[in-house]
């Protein structure tokens, strides 16, 4: 039995096909096209599917899901053995439930907190007894060095790609703003990390989102190093253990 799942991100949509639990095909697209899904649907004759979004969800796409598949609609109503404390449930985003309601099934009995570096930087913690009572929010990378271009007048925009992984010297303009940003964002994960330590005893550091290959390489040598997990695809196993049940 094959089940789909799509979240659908700020700025990418990530799909991806599970036998059970056992993940057998992703991508990640710009648009999310129904002629592609079709083929996917069509191949490998999926059962299940749902979907995250961070923005309201599509009609459209989950029609077709409806048509196609058993659609199970994906919400913070659904509790996965999690006892919920967030006062504001109905603003919570389904990626950081999704990553709340994985971490909780992949490491069973155990304190976590999630990092996701992506158009945003989130931190979610959930206890070893599966209780969750939220997180924080702050800018993902790109968004700081667009907020350095656009709130000055003389700093330029500063083109970061995640394969640029070395934290550059402060020698000329462009790399003290590198530094400044990734530095900054390096010491405050650490900061968190940190912080939920002194809270929770054998906390396990999951990082996961597009720039996490990034943060996790920074970690290495960090004395935190021991309790970082790299999980890229931890919202889209969140979603299938929802709907794999």
């Given at each position: 039995?094959?089940?789909?799942?799509?979240?659908?991100?700020?700025?990418?949509?990530?799909?991806?096909?599970?036998?059970?639990?056992?993940?057998?095909?992703?991508?990640?697209?710009?648009?999310?096209d129904k002629a592609s899904l079709a083929s996917i649907i069509e191949k490998y004759q999926i059962k299940n599917a749902t979907?995250?979004?961070?923005?309201?969800?599509n009609s459209e796409l989950s029609d077709f899901l409806k048509q196609s598949t058993n659609y199970i609609p994906f919400t913070?109503?659904?509790?996965?053995?999690?006892?919920?404390?967030?006062?504001?449930?109905?603003?919570?985003?389904?990626?950081?439930?999704?990553?709340?309601?994985?971490?909780?099934?992949?490491?069973?009995?155990?304190?976590?907190?999630?990092?996701?570096?992506?158009t945003c930087v989130t931190y979610d913690t959930v206890t070893a007894n599966s209780e969750y009572f939220g997180g924080s929010?702050?800018?993902?990378?790109?968004?700081?060095?667009?907020?350095?271009?656009?709130?000055?007048?003389?700093?330029?925009?500063?083109?970061?790609?995640?394969?640029?992984?070395?934290?550059?010297?402060?020698?000329?303009?462009?790399?003290?703003?590198?530094?400044?940003?990734?530095?900054?964002?390096?010491?405050?994960?650490?900061?968190?990390?940190?912080?939920?330590?002194?809270?929770?005893?054998?906390?396990?550091?999951?990082?996961?989102?597009?720039?996490?290959?990034?943060?996790?390489?920074?970690?290495?040598?960090?004395?935190?190093?021991?309790?970082?997990?790299?999980?890229?695809?931890?919202?889209?196993?969140?979603?299938?253990?929802?709907?794999?049940?």
């Amino acid at each position: 039995m094959y089940n789909l799942v799509i979240d659908i991100g700020n700025t990418n949509s990530k799909l991806a096909v599970f036998e059970q639990k056992e993940l057998v095909y992703y991508q990640m697209f710009n648009t999310l096209d129904k002629a592609s899904l079709a083929s996917i649907i069509e191949k490998y004759q999926i059962k299940n599917a749902t979907v995250s979004s961070v923005n309201k969800e599509n009609s459209e796409l989950s029609d077709f899901l409806k048509q196609s598949t058993n659609y199970i609609p994906f919400t913070t109503e659904i509790t996965a053995g999690i006892k919920n404390h967030y006062q504001s449930q109905a603003t919570l985003g389904l990626d950081r439930w999704a990553k709340v309601i994985a971490a909780n099934c992949l490491y069973k009995a155990c304190n976590c907190l999630l990092i996701d570096v992506g158009t945003c930087v989130t931190y979610d913690t959930v206890t070893a007894n599966s209780e969750y009572f939220g997180g924080s929010i702050s800018l993902g990378i790109k968004m700081r060095f667009k907020a350095l271009n656009y709130y000055t007048n003389r700093l330029p925009l500063v083109d970061w790609q995640v394969e640029d992984q070395e934290i550059p010297e402060g020698s000329t303009t462009i790399n003290a703003i590198k530094n400044g940003v990734l530095q900054g964002l390096v010491n405050e994960v650490e900061g968190f990390i940190a912080i939920a330590n002194a809270k929770k005893e054998s906390l396990k550091v999951v990082l996961t989102g597009g720039d996490a290959v990034f943060l996790n390489k920074q970690l290495k040598n960090s004395i935190f190093a021991a309790q970082i997990l790299h999980e890229p695809y931890l919202v889209l196993k969140g979603l299938n253990e929802v709907i794999t049940g």
